[in-house]
Nanobody, 125 residues
Framework: QVSLSESGGGSVQAGGSLRLSCAASRYAYTRNYIGWFRQAPGKEREGVAAIDFGGGAIYYADSVKGRFTISRDNAKNTVYLEMNSLKPEDTAMYSC??????????????????WGQGTQVTVRS
């Protein structure tokens, strides 16, 4: 069974922090990349960060570099997204996704076949 489930979203003041979790079934978790994506109303889905199974390859969108950190705990089949210094423009539905792909296309949502249901992040100004 393939499943991904996000948690940890919420509403915070600008400058605050949140940690999102993506709990995956074993099959989903062992796809070599798990990525975080976000989509704000009226905007296209945007790749935020991705990490490979070994944790040796990590990618970030320029808009979150230095503020967000992706990590994974292979004992718990869970990937985390630590978000600091949050800005109102970070407000979106955040989803995790998994699949077998090469790192060079980590940000292409269409390359992921397995998705969670998403968790809402709202940053108040």
């Amino acid at each position: 069974q393939v499943s991904l489930s996000e948690s940890g979203g919420g509403s915070v003041q600008a400058g605050g922090s949140l940690r999102l979790s993506c709990a995956a079934s074993r099959y989903a978790y062992t796809r070599n990349y798990i990525g975080w994506f976000r989509q704000a109303p009226g905007k296209e889905r945007e790749g935020v960060a991705a990490i490979d199974f070994g944790g040796g390859a990590i990618y970030y969108a320029d808009s979150v570099k230095g503020r967000f950190t992706i990590s994974r705990d292979n004992a718990k089949n869970t990937v985390y997204l630590e978000m600091n210094s949050l800005k109102p423009e970070d407000t979106a539905m955040y989803s995790c996704a998994a699949d077998l792909l090469s790192g060079g296309i980590w940000f292409v949502a269409a390359k992921y076949n397995y998705w969670g249901q998403g968790t809402q992040v709202t940053v108040r100004s």
